[in-house]
């Protein structure tokens, strides 16, 4: 029957004869099945799997720092790169969902490919890819190169693409890469992180995104998530966010009006995000995190909390 031990053991020792003494590059996101891919791969050859992680500018607050100290504390070969302010410069401006979604794809591709290319005489490109990504590209159309543009080949795929590729987790539901990596020692902490998009807090600030808004938003997220743990409630939440929404409302602060922004606080139960349940969080955790937002966030005067469930609505508002 299938053990996480015999799992490691096996795709160690079949990772070993695949690469050899080839190199690897990995793109790390800080998510659970990068992570264990990345873990996997460093036990088969060390060294030469060489792991980039990208920040954004939309990730969570202190995110990019915390989990890249902890990825250098699990002793992965792993590169920082902070290319917040060209994915922010490419941002700027645009409003549209989908275009905002293209434009960071394209930026990671990019960042990406320059950081793949320092590494010299790569052979290999490993993803985190898990069993339902498989079947979900098999039935998407089109695929990811139907949307690549790249400056470094125009009309062709980027050269990291061309690399081989290898994809320890492909045959794992969600399940068994949590317990494939809890058996490698990898934090519980990490392990049990709820989904975060790839577009990150782009596709959470409605509308067009700048800078100040994104600060604005990792700091009620912050008090959100923060909030979830310390009432023992974030491992019961399958995932949980907030949304900047593109809305003033009149607020009253002393003797003063204010005219200010609005957050919506979401908080999902789900088994794979398909279809997704509103928690009933306690009102209590509702009235004390509303009003931590609203008296330590500058610019935000007003908190909703999302009561819709998927479908007909969506988890992410864009
Ligand atoms: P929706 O909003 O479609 O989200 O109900 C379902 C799940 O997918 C995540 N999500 C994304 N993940 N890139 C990602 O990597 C995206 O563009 C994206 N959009 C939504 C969402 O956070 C939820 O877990």
């Not at 979604?101 to 320092?118: M, P, Q, S, T, W």
């Not at 959470?204 to 997220?221: A, F």
Request: with cysteine.
């Amino acid at each position: 029957s299938w053990t996480p031990d015999a799992f490691v053991d096996l795709t160690v020792s079949e990772l070993k004869e695949k690469i050899g003494n080839d190199k690897v590059v990995l793109g790390l996101s800080g998510g659970v099945d990068s992570t264990v891919a990345a873990v996997l791969l460093h036990k088969a050859i060390g060294k030469n799997l060489y792991c980039i992680f990208v920040n954004n500018g939309l990730l969570r607050k202190n995110e990019f720092q915390d989990v890249l100290d902890q990825y250098e504390h699990m002793g992965l070969n792993v590169k920082g790169v902070d290319a917040s302010a060209r994915f922010l410069d490419a941002l700027a401006g645009e409003s549209d969902p989908e275009r905002k979604r293209k434009i960071i794809g394209n930026a990671f591709i990019e960042v990406f490919d320059d950081e793949a290319h320092l590494v010299q005489d790569v052979k290999w490109l490993a993803q985190g890819t898990i069993y339902p990504d498989v079947i979900e590209s098999v039935s998407a159309t089109g695929g990811p190169s139907a949307t690549i543009k790249s400056h470094h080949n125009v009309g062709g795929l980027p050269d990291f693409m061309k690399l081989k590729i290898v994809e320890p987790l492909r045959m794992l539901f969600k399940d068994e890469v949590r317990r494939v990596g809890k058996s490698m020692g990898i934090d519980e902490e990490r392990l049990g992180r709820h989904p975060f998009p790839g577009p990150g807090l782009a596709i959470r600030i409605l509308g067009d995104i700048t800078p100040e808004k994104v600060s604005i938003l990792q700091e009620v997220d912050h008090i959100f998530i923060q909030g979830l743990r310390d009432w023992g409630l974030y491992d019961k939440v399958w995932q949980a966010g907030a949304m900047l929404l593109p809305v003033n409302s009149v607020g009253v602060m002393g003797d003063e009006r204010t005219y200010e922004k609005c957050v919506a606080l979401r908080a999902v139960e789900s088994t794979d995000g398909m279809t997704a349940d509103w928690v009933n969080l306690p009102y209590e955790f509702l009235q004390k995190t509303s009003n931590d937002i609203i008296n330590k966030v500058p610019g935000v005067n007003r908190v909703v909390y999302d009561i819709s469930s998927k479908p007909p609505a969506t988890i992410e508002w864009e």
